[in-house]
Structure formats: structure tokens, C-alpha cells
């Protein structure tokens, strides 16, 4: 009987370590890299595609490439899908950092072909999405507001700073955060929730040093809470050029010297463990010349933290 009992009370502890790991292991989110590079290829350009692990319902965070992107993914069967009907039935909405066109072009392009949908952004891009490429002058108009007639395929929302939103027909919600981009050009930071796991991408931004600004300083102040807590599971943000780029010539852009250095200042307020936890998404590296080899060269050589960083590659599914 004392065997029987020490067995049956091996298993159930065995079981127990064996639900907790896979806990551990599981997880929150699922991310489609539709292009990774900033600038010169315009097949590659800034868009990913975010879904908890479960759905297929597909918020797009920036949309430079859209169609090559998702069919770079069918390639790595990712979707089953033809590109067009993921586009139409699987991606439910837009969060556009900012209105440059390496990160909305593929939402143009794609406009006709699209499902109607929601763009949601700070009032800055809003206006200028709906000023400048949404009209009649330059595009059709496929939104709700602006040059008349309005086609109303696309619903601008609105998003307040710092506040929570829904996004529709997804499980997801997100709240946005202003970024200094070339000052006194603005870009913003997308926080997105699922139940308590969350997930921060960050469109272009310059350091706060050289913007001569604390955007980034507040928005490590609200997200280190998260990495304390093993909340946050992934930080998107970009490197666009190598450390010899001259500061004058950055553009409201980081280097890898840069990076490091605001995300020092993170550790500071999460402790270096908790932060080592998190991965970092390095996107936006600009492919002139050799600079993604020097770009991750310098990366490698100044992550004295000890950082996880990962480089995304356009179509290949990642999970965090």
C-alpha cells in the first residue's frame, strides 16, 4: 500500500511540473512578419501581423508591404490561404505609427482589394492619412472621412494617448503612446493586451538624448510594471542605422549604440533579470551598403546586458 501511495503521489507531482512548464512554455502571441527592412526594397517594408495564439483574427502594425509579405508567408505555410482572401477575411484592422510611407504603403496599394476595415492611429496620422493619400487628388478615397465621395471601406479611430481601445473583430486591444521622430515629426508605440500578456511595438523613434525629448523615458515607466510582472512578452523596436551614422544624419532614428542605451535605462526600472526575459525585436534596419551586417555586428558586440534580441525574417511566423 506505501508503494502504491508513493507512486500515485510521484505521478501527481510529475503531472504538476509537467502542466507548469508547459504553462510557462505557452505562447500569448503570434506574429507574421509581412516586411522587416526600412527603406530601399519596397517589397519589404515595415508591417507585421499580431493575433493571440488561438486566432486567426490579425490586427497589421504598420502596412509598408502587405500582398508580398502575405505571400512570402503562404510560401512558408503560415496561411493556407490565398494572399488576397488573408488580406480580406484574416486581417481585421491597421495600427499606423506614423504616415510615412514605408510604413502605410501596402495599405494604399491593397486598398481596392481590401474588406472593409478600421485604421486606428493617433490624431496626427489620422489627419495626415486622411489630408494627403486618401484623396481624390493623389488616391480614391476608401475612407469615412475627408475628399467626397467618401468610399467609407475604412473606418478611422481615433486613439487616445495612453487609454485602451478595443480593436474590432479581434480579441485584442491596444494603447497608444506618442514617439519623437525627427523632432518635431511625431510617431507612436502600440501596447496591445490579451487577457494579462502583452505585447509593445514601437514605430520609428529617436532616442530621447538626440530628440531632445522623454517619450521613451515614459513609456519605459508605464511598461516596466509589465516586465516585472512577466507580462510583456515582446519588444518590437527598430535600428536603422549603424553606430557610424553621423547624429545630425539620424533622422529621428536608433543605432545600435543608441538602442542599448535606452534600453539600459529600462533595466534600470525592471532589473536586468526581468528584461533579459523579455525578447527584443530588432526591426526598420535600413539595407543600404552592409549595414545589416554592421548593424548586427555592433548589436552583438554591445548587448552588455545580455539581452535576448531576435531578427525577424518577412513571412516566417514568430510566437512569444
Known amino acids: 500500500m506505501f508503494r502504491l501511495l508513493s507512486r500515485l503521489l510521484f505521478f501527481v507531482l510529475l503531472l504538476g511540473v509537467t502542466q507548469a512548464f508547459g504553462q510557462q512554455k505557452k505562447a500569448a502571441f503570434k506574429v507574421v512578419p509581412l516586411g522587416i527592412r526600412g527603406g530601399l526594397d519596397e517589397s519589404n517594408l515595415s508591417g507585421y501581423l499580431v493575433a493571440p495564439t488561438g486566432s486567426d483574427n490579425y490586427v497589421s502594425l504598420d502596412a509598408g508591404t502587405l500582398h508580398y509579405g502575405l505571400r512570402k508567408a503562404v510560401e512558408n505555410r503560415v496561411f493556407e490561404a490565398a494572399p488576397g482572401e488573408v488580406l480580406r477575411n484574416n486581417v481585421k484592422g491597421y495600427l499606423i505609427s506614423h504616415p510615412h510611407l514605408d510604413h502605410l504603403a501596402g495599405l494604399i496599394i491593397n486598398s481596392p482589394d481590401d ?48 487609454e485602451a481601445t478595443p480593436l474590432a473583430n479581434t480579441e485584442l486591444q491596444v494603447r497608444a503612446f506618442p514617439l519623437s521622430h525627427s523632432s518635431p515629426d511625431q510617431s507612436a508605440a502600440f501596447l496591445l493586451q490579451h487577457n494579462q500578456d502583452y505585447l509593445l511595438y514601437l514605430g520609428d523613434t529617436g532616442a530621447d538624448a538626440i530628440e531632445g525629448s522623454d517619450k521613451l523615458q515614459q513609456l519605459w515607466q508605464e511598461v516596466a510594471p509589465l516586465v516585472k510582472n512577466g507580462e510583456l512578452k515582446a519588444i518590437f523596436i527598430e535600428v536603422s542605422f549603424p553606430n557610424e551614422q553621423p547624429e ?18 529600462l533595466s534600470k526600472l525592471t532589473g536586468t533579470t526581468a528584461l533579459r526575459k523579455v525578447p527584443v525585436v530588432v526591426t526598420h534596419m535600413k539595407p543600404s551598403g552592409d ?20 531578427y525577424p525574417e518577412q513571412g516566417r511566423m514568430l510566437t512569444f
Open 248 to 265: 545630425k544624419q539620424l533622422f529621428g532614428h536608433l543605432t545600435p549604440r543608441l538602442l542599448m542605451s535606452e534600453l539600459e535605462k
Open 115 to 162: 474588406t472593409p476595415k478600421s485604421i486606428y492611429g493617433l490624431p496626427f496620422m489620422i489627419q495626415v492619412l486622411k489630408d494627403k493619400y486618401f484623396t481624390w487628388q493623389s488616391w480614391a478615397n476608401f475612407a469615412n472621412e475627408g475628399d467626397k465621395p467618401t468610399l467609407n471601406k475604412y473606418q478611422y479611430t481615433y486613439l487616445k494617448e495612453n
Open 291 to 310: 549595414n545589416v551586417q554592421k548593424i548586427m555586428a555592433q548589436l552583438k558586440e554591445g548587448n552588455r546586458l545580455r539581452l535576448n534580441l531576435v
